[in-house]
């Protein structure tokens, strides 16, 4: 890996950051933090400021704010979904309870702060803090859009851009920042986060249908539960019958589930082709991503993150 040392520094840092005299906040997040998650977001800053061409130090601390906003983000968004597993164990809210898990996740929000203050750059500040924002936006409009059949595809892809996308955006375009790269570098580093970040929450939401739940990492079919209207629900729904869609008001609006529905879910999305088509969605926005990387000239750094889009969506196989 061409950023391994990057990697380590930034993972040393995280451990060092989420320390505290209060023992349950090092022993709530490390559960989480050291669960073999894949690092991707820090990923993307380190290798995007090395693409850039920075040889300082300033990007292991920024990729470390960005893992700690995803991680809260994580312990909040299990707490409102009530979920049971996270990377394929046990979820913090599970083991710890829900107020342990919104308050840590409060916690890592604060510390990320602090590593932003530090670095002592106003616009990177504003790209990071602009992020967090967002995500919550997105985690609200979802919580809207929720249950709801009538959701279009515009607000699905609104949903998607906040709560996923916008942190990606912000790791790869911070990483541009420090490297003092102009504006229109800064453009296409934020582009390529974002559509990379659409690709993957795609490419999750195909997976809570069709993946074993080993692979998964939490309960397959937590979505269908829960009612979110996600894009492979939006197509099977748009192609169906009436009889077809009385089901998905059923289910996902009326939250009225028997044992054999989700199954039943399934054998619809691919009846009509919904899970790859989602697939395919997936793929363009990764071509549009590798296409964002064009005016950086070929490097092994370029060569990463191009892997980097094909990791995300191979996923799906």
């Known amino acids: 890996m ?24 090092p022993q709530l997040a490390a559960h989480l933090i050291a669960a073999g998650g894949k690092r991707l977001r820090p990923l993307l800053t380190l290798s995007a400021a090395r693409l850039c061409g920075y040889r300082g130090a300033r990007h292991v601390k920024l990729a470390a704010c960005v893992e700690f906003i995803h991680t809260a983000t994580l312990l909040h968004d299990d707490v409102v979904d009530e979920s049971a597993l996270r990377r394929g164990q046990a979820s913090a809210n599970a083991l710890f309870g829900n107020k342990a898990s919104v308050l840590v996740g409060d916690f890592l929000f604060s510390r990320a702060f602090e590593l932003m203050v530090e670095d002592g750059n106003l616009e990177v500040l504003r790209i990071l803090s602009a992020a967090s924002a967002t995500i919550a936006e997105g985690e609200v409009l979802q919580l809207i859009t929720q249950n709801d059949t009538t959701t279009t595809e515009a607000q699905y892809l609104k949903v998607i851009e906040g709560k996923t996308a916008a942190l990606f955006a912000a790791a790869t375009e911070v990483g541009a920042v420090v490297a003092d790269q102009p504006s229109a570098r800064q453009a296409a580093m934020r582009d390529f986060g974002m559509t990379l970040g659409i690709a993957f929450q795609l490419v999750d939401d195909a997976l809570d249908y069709s993946a074993d ?18 894009l492979p629900v939006l197509l099977a729904f748009q192609r169906g019958d009436d009889a077809e869609r009385d089901f998905w008001r059923r289910t996902q609006e009326e939250r009225d589930q028997g044992e054999e529905d989700l199954a039943h879910a399934l054998t619809l999305m691919r009846r009509h082709g919904a899970l790859d088509d989602t697939i395919e969605r997936a793929r363009l926005y990764g071509e549009q991503a590798i296409a964002a990387l064009a005016s950086f000239p070929d490097s092994a750094e370029k060569t990463a993150l191009a892997d980097v889009v094909t990791f995300v969506i191979e996923r799906a196989r």
């Open 213 to 230: 739940q080993a692979a998964l990492g939490k309960t397959v079919g937590d979505d269908f539960r829960e009612g979110k209207i996600t």
């Open 2 to 25: 061409l950023v391994r040392d990057d990697l380590e520094a930034c993972n040393r840092l995280i451990v060092d950051r989420m320390q505290s005299e209060v023992s349950l906040i």
